[in-house]
């Protein structure tokens, strides 16, 4: 596609429930990137992909938070149990390799109630 | 660890003024990369200009310039001519231009630009 796309735009869950949000990265991109915006912040990193594999998730925040990225395109955060503190916006971004500059889709609003 | 600071959590400017945004950061690298991005209601961040620090000379992209002070550690971002357009969050980010995590984006908190008719 032309640039990365992100679904859903907005979800609601409720506290306690699984979510999962989808990162579909400019085509050809190998290394794909998802971050973290609470409200009032600056984005925070979460992971990175290089191709199939997650070469860093040091910043997801805990163990209820995973991603996937099997055929090294479209990525899926996945969240379980949610928790009020997990709502924020949830941003993808690729680049062609790790070196190059990273594009960035419009986000997930994630708002857990 | 890089850490990123921006001290002023909004601006405003009038149409066609010019207006300074201010961001200092952090690092023990001598190499990496300084970004000014902006984020509209779209929430997309849109990259609007970059600087590398082996390069002395400031970058510059139409109608914005930033101010790169190495020694400083600061990397302001100037808006000529402002345009109703440029109202925004504007985000600072600093990246590592080798090594292990030279793929991380590092983002201050940002600064929100209103822009007066």
């Known amino acids: 596609g032309a640039g990365v796309s992100q679904t859903p735009s907005n979800k609601v869950t409720e506290k306690g429930k699984y979510v999962e949000l989808r990162c579909d990265p400019i085509s050809g991109h190998t290394a794909l990137y998802w971050y973290r915006q609470s409200l009032g912040q600056g984005p925070e990193f979460l992971i990175y992909?290089?191709?199939?594999?997650?070469?860093?998730d040091s910043g997801l925040p805990n163990d209820r938070f995973f991603a996937v990225r099997p055929e090294g395109s479209v990525s899926t955060l996945k969240i379980q149990r949610t928790e009020r503190g997990d709502s924020a916006v949830y941003l993808c971004?690729?680049?062609?390799?790790?070196?190059?500059?990273?594009?960035f889709g419009q986000g997930t609003r994630l708002t857990v109630v | 660890a890089q850490t990123v600071t921006q001290s002023q959590p909004e601006m405003s400017v009038q149409e066609a003024e010019t207006v300074t945004l201010s961001c200092t950061y952090d690092?023990?690298?001598?190499?990496?990369?300084l970004f000014w991005y902006k984020q509209p209601p779209s929430r997309q961040m849109i990259l609007v200009i970059r600087q590398e620090a082996y390069k002395q000379q400031n970058a510059t992209e139409n109608r914005f310039s930033v101010n790169f002070q190495k020694a400083a550690k600061s990397f302001s971002l100037k808006i000529s001519d402002s345009q109703l357009g440029d109202a925004a969050m504007y985000f600072c980010?600093?990246?590592?231009?080798?090594?292990?995590?030279?793929?991380?984006?590092?983002f201050g908190k940002g600064t929100l630009l209103t822009v007066n008719p």
């Open positions: 971004a690729s680049s062609e390799n790790r070196n190059t500059e990273a594009f």
């Open positions: 992909f290089q191709g199939t594999g997650a070469a860093d």
């Open positions: 690092t023990s690298e001598s190499d990496y990369y």
């Open positions: 980010a600093y990246r590592d231009s080798s090594g292990g995590s030279n793929y991380k984006l590092t």
